[in-house]
């Protein structure tokens, strides 16, 4: 997807602020020009897409809490993202991840018809994580 498209603007739907400024760091390496908005639940995320901001890309979590103030992340919570980018027949590439590459969450997308959920472990004494965000760029599906 980099390689073919240039990508000006990506939004990032992450509700753990570590995670997101890895994510951020490795696409700021790639280049340095590209814009990125962060939020950290899907409220948030779905005022941000009813705005007139055109985004090139979403980089959603698939485990997100629904509100800013909301301590429990729902498991569900960027299928939510993902339903309401379908239903407003919004063209956006995206890659929908999540940290716990857990049977359960995996059923939960499949069912939802996000097939394609890849997993990403933030291992702290390793790069394989870098890769893994590279690759979710470079591998995305439009709703």
Do not use: C
């Amino acid at each position: 997807m980099l390689q073919n498209v240039k990508i000006k603007k990506i939004l990032i739907s992450e509700d753990n602020i570590s995670k997101y400024k890895k994510i951020a760091n490795v696409i700021n390496e790639f280049d340095p020009e590209i814009e990125i908005t962060h939020k950290n639940n899907v409220e948030d995320t779905l005022s941000e897409l009813m705005t007139e901001s055109k985004y090139d890309f979403l980089f959603q979590d698939i485990q997100l809490p629904e509100k800013s103030n909301d301590q429990n992340v729902n498991v569900r919570g960027g299928l939510l993202v993902a339903q309401y980018i379908r239903d407003n027949n919004i063209e956006l590439p995206y890659s929908f991840f999540s940290s716990n590459d857990v049977p359960f969450v995996r059923s939960i997308a499949a069912n939802a018809g996000l097939n394609d959920v890849k997993s990403i472990e933030f291992d702290s004494f390793s790069m394989k994580w870098k890769n893994s965000v590279l690759n979710l760029l470079n591998s995305t599906v439009t709703l």
